[in-house]
């Protein structure tokens, strides 16, 4: 059974003629309170359209630390940044995600692994909902492993497809399978590309991602407790994704791209490939090549979101 | 194709009368290095053997705050402890999980879900047996959502089942779906019931529990972003799932199960209830109950290990 995907006609909705946050959820409406557990915020303790309403760009990841790196970054790229002030963890009451704002951009952190990016993105997206935000862009920043492609290349991803190469997610519901579409806004990537042409910093590519569950043998690597295949099965398995335009592999991008396009949210996904797979399975560049890897797609987000801002400024 | 579980044959394992951890991969011996990079730890870099060899009993849970409470804890019950010193975080050198040690008793975090875990144990299995461990117990102590029972109530996993109650764990390996086995150890099971039942604090049960991909869709919350069933609906499910065994949902425990018989390791599952299903979803007890509720594995498995080491000892 395939969902629609659309806009969303529930009364829930924010009736405005901008883009809002859609949740797909007539029981929320007769909550007198929401609990968001999992950032130990809720409705009835916080203000949430106080906190939260001016949010336009939400960038998340799965280190705690290189979301509160961004927010540092971006703060200093929109000339934003207090040195009086260090940027206060939102979510300080639990150790389960990390959250930083400034101005209207909001970096938080999703731990590794769909249901863990989930979890954060069901309560990311009542709260944006709750906050009344609207006209919101979405972009995870991660890290992954290239097939094919140099080290430190980043990709903005076309289709995320699943372990078999199609594009889909799949929703275990009341103990069924629902299939979702992991469509992400082609717009968006676009832009994002654009971007990095001007920035000319460092190599950047649009292509499908491959999710899994699994990091060793979800991945085809054979340096975990327990493989079963030869190298000569990993590389012709990593060769069929790289034909079916696989370019890196993650562990977030399906149930992002599903979630975001079930509530209207415009969303990317951009990651920098830490080694090729092609080559190799084991993380052992220096931790300083590593580091500058990953600020690439900080420093590419980072770029976007300041043309936006600037481009908004010019309009108003 | 389902997998046959059973004792290790290959010669990466350590050959004593002992139990040891086993690996199966035959590729780990041509390594002259493992970095085993989410720990930020090697074989390289790091004596592993010198800093875990004598490591009998490790627990393992989502929260870096309560595993490093949980060594805190041990540390007094096993008068360990040091006034003068902290435990230090093992793993201080990535922010992707936290891990603790004193004595025999080891404690690491794992974050939310089946991949975050899956992770972090393909390296903590290499890295008991890159430290030649033997006879190593390894328990989960966390939280979960009850069914049919008081809020507080310890269970003890009997069986892992998946969301349509069956008692498996589907792996994705090359794009082919594999059937692990999720049995735990019943021996080890039925000892922590005794132990509950001579501590005499808290309601303690063994029962099946249900392992899901995701906290709100796929345990039929009504609270989530998006929610297509009714109230009904989800009753019934939780029912169907009750009549299977099933005592209470997480979201680790199949995997868990799963990796640990591979690897020989005598494992179990302990897991307090935070409420019961099918009376709500929110978690809207106060922070001082649920804490309470959340020091109850931690008992039980504190007190568990205590006696272990004291019989050792009395044999000794």
Not at 34 to 61: N, Q
Not at 176 to 205: G, H, I, M, P, Y
Not at 216 to 235: H, I, M, N, P, V
Not at 254 to 278: E, P, Q, W
Request: proline share 4%.
């Amino acid at each position: 059974k395939v969902e629609k995907n659309g806009k969303c006609g529930l009364k829930s909705c924010f009736p405005l003629p901008l883009s809002p946050v859609c949740v797909n959820n007539p029981h929320l409406d007769a909550m007198k309170d929401d609990i968001l557990y999992h950032f130990s915020l809720g409705t009835r303790t916080h203000d949430l359209p106080a906190m939260f309403g001016d949010v336009k760009f939400v960038c998340v990841g799965g280190s705690p630390w290189r979301m509160k790196s961004f927010i540092e970054y971006i703060a200093a790229e929109l000339s934003m940044e207090d040195p009086e002030s260090e940027y206060p963890n939102i979510c300080a009451g639990t150790d389960r995600y990390a959250m930083y704002k400034i101005g209207p951009v909001l970096s938080v952190s999703h731990g590794m692994g769909i249901p863990s990016i989930a979890i954060m993105l069901h309560e990311l997206i009542k709260l944006l909902h709750h906050a009344r935000c609207t006209d919101v862009t979405i972009i995870r920043i991660g890290t992954s492993g290239g097939i094919g492609l140099g080290p430190g290349t980043v990709v903005i991803t076309k289709q995320s497809v699943d372990a078999t190469f199609l594009p889909k997610f799949e929703q275990v519901i009341l103990g069924k399978t629902v299939v979702r579409n992991t469509d992400l806004d082609q717009s968006l990537a676009e832009e994002l590309l654009q971007c990095s042409k001007e920035l000319n910093q460092f190599e950047t590519v649009i292509g499908n991602t491959m999710c899994t569950l699994d990091f060793y043998e979800g991945q085809a690597r054979l340096d975990g407790a327990f493989c079963s295949y030869t190298e000569k099965d990993k590389q012709d398995y990593l060769k069929k994704a790289n034909e079916a335009g696989v370019c890196n592999i993650e562990m977030e991008s399906s149930v992002f791209a599903a979630m975001c396009k079930l509530s209207g949210l415009r969303a990317a996904v951009v990651c920098v490939t830490l080694l090729d797979r092609l080559k190799g399975d084991q993380l052992n560049s220096s931790h300083e090549v590593l580091q500058d890897y990953q600020q690439r797609p900080q420093i590419l987000v980072g770029s976007y979101i300041k043309k936006q801002l600037r481009a908004k400024a010019g309009r108003s």
